[in-house]
């Protein structure tokens, strides 16, 4: 059971959540189906360890690691190419064209493996001191056998029913499937020279929700739009539970003194003190320029989201001219993945230059917006607080401070780049709270936390 338990503490590092016994469960579910089928074995160990579907493409690639395919190094090995035989590649290409027009998955697994050991090695060890996919699909350009293998398939009868456009969908689904192939090989052989664990941490990316903003792209953004729904509705229960503790009151001291002299000074009955009824006001001062426009895309979602569980919820956006955006995100709130380009090509954040300009936009935002704060007002700050070597006029973001009831700066740069370069974080952070959110799951935690009651 040494992969077992190698398979789940690579899965808890990426954030799985299992515990004993759903190992316990994996284990005993391996020992009934045994280990004949791997299709069999992968979909056992999904249904007892995984809690939902977003899981399943990390849960994939792990598993190929602990639980590789019987495609034989030496069966590949064997067939190893010079690197600049280019007939020996057309000929690979010829083959995974024929194999992809034929659905043959199996000779596809071989036909990874020989692309991997015949194109993807480089170095000057034995053999090779490693593998790379990116390599050997640059040379294989599988991408580009779409025409071939819809000719193949048309001409052998295998077209569907409604035509040309669903088959070069399903031939884009098999050569990205034959990709991942490639992928997964490369992972293998890596993983059997430096060790299974070093690899599945590092080699596999994790879910989207613990990618870094700053880092992701354009299709973990989309997966994380998918997510704001479920997340929105998972705050708002936290908040209203948070409420429904605080409409209790806390203890009003002298009064129930009072009421205890009656019972020989035993406080028997707790006097409360009732909160006064009213829903808090949220503002977001969110910079969308370049990396950051991700970052704060997500969170104007969110709280776009969340935005009946408070009595008004206003958004400003800025690079350099802030501008309010909260009919924008309204009107948008059916589809969060254009809203970037919405804001940007509708709303003036820029004026003379397009690079972000803290200070200016602080100023502006006092002097044209300052009816938007009050006593019930929390701000969110979003941004990475770089100031392109503006001035960073500390002194409005104080006034911002002082009109509203709480600001809160959410930075989605690690502090340990707070300061680096022309980053003004530090200063920031000396008049108001800031919080590092680096992905969507720091993002849910801190927001959780700080959403006013």
């Not at 003036?348 to 502006?364: I, K, N, V």
Request: some cysteine; hydrophobic content about 40%.
């Amino acid at each position: 059971m040494a992969r077992l338990t190698g398979l789940v503490a690579a899965l808890r590092d990426h954030g799985f959540g299992i515990g004993t016994g759903e190992t316990v469960d994996a284990g005993l579910a391996l020992e009934a189906i045994g280990f004949a089928d791997r299709e069999r074995v992968r979909e056992a160990l999904a249904a007892t360890l995984l809690h939902g579907e977003r899981q399943r493409p990390v849960f994939d690639r792990v598993f190929d690691l602990y639980f590789p395919a019987k495609v034989t190094s030496a069966e590949a090995d064997a067939v190893l190419v010079d690197q600049q035989d280019n007939a020996a590649l057309a000929g690979l290409r010829e083959r995974i064209a024929e194999a992809l027009a034929a659905g043959d998955t199996a000779l596809l697994d071989r036909l990874a493996a020989e692309a991997v050991a015949g194109f993807g090695g480089y170095g000057s060890g034995p053999g090779t001191d490693g593998w790379s996919s990116y390599q050997t699909l640059s040379r294989l350009r599988p991408e580009t056998l779409l025409a071939r293998v819809r000719a193949a398939r048309t001409a052998s009868g295998r077209e569907p029913e409604f035509g040309d456009r669903l088959l070069d969908e399903e031939i884009r689904r098999a050569i990205e499937g034959f990709r991942e192939r490639v992928r997964t090989e490369a992972r293998r052989r890596v993983a059997d020279r430096r060790g299974r664990d070093q690899v599945a941490r590092r080699a596999v990316a994790g879910t989207a929700d613990r990618v870094d903003f700053l880092l992701a792209g354009r299709e973990q953004l989309d997966e994380l739009r998918r997510t704001v729904r479920p997340l929105a509705r998972k705050l708002a229960t936290r908040l209203a539970a948070r409420r429904r503790r605080a409409s209790r009151g806390e203890i009003d001291l002298r009064r129930t003194l009072r009421g205890s002299l009656s019972t020989g000074g035993v406080p028997v009955r707790p006097v409360l003190r009732r909160r006064r009824p009213g829903r808090p006001e949220l503002v977001l001062l969110c910079d969308v320029s370049g990396s950051v426009a991700g970052f704060a895309g997500f969170t104007m979602a969110l709280v776009q989201a969340l935005h009946d569980q408070f009595g008004r919820v206003r958004v400003f956006a800025f690079v350099n001219r802030v501008d309010e955006v909260t009919g924008l995100l309204a009107r948008g709130a059916a589809d969060p993945a254009g809203l970037g380009e919405r804001i940007l090509a509708e709303a003036r954040l820029t004026g003379w230059h397009g690079q972000s300009d803290y200070g200016t936009a602080l100023d502006e935002f006092v002097e044209r917006y300052a009816d938007a704060l009050g006593p019930r007002t929390v701000v969110f700050v979003l941004g990475d607080a770089r100031t392109n070597r503006a001035d960073p006029r500390v002194e409005s973001l104080r006034l911002i401070a002082e009109r509203a009831r709480r600001v809160h700066w959410l930075n989605p740069e690690q502090p340990a780049l707070w300061g680096t370069g022309d980053s003004v974080a530090p200063l920031y952070a000396e008049v108001v709270d800031m919080w590092p959110c680096r992905n969507a799951r720091r993002l849910g935690e801190v927001i959780g936390r700080l959403l006013p009651v």
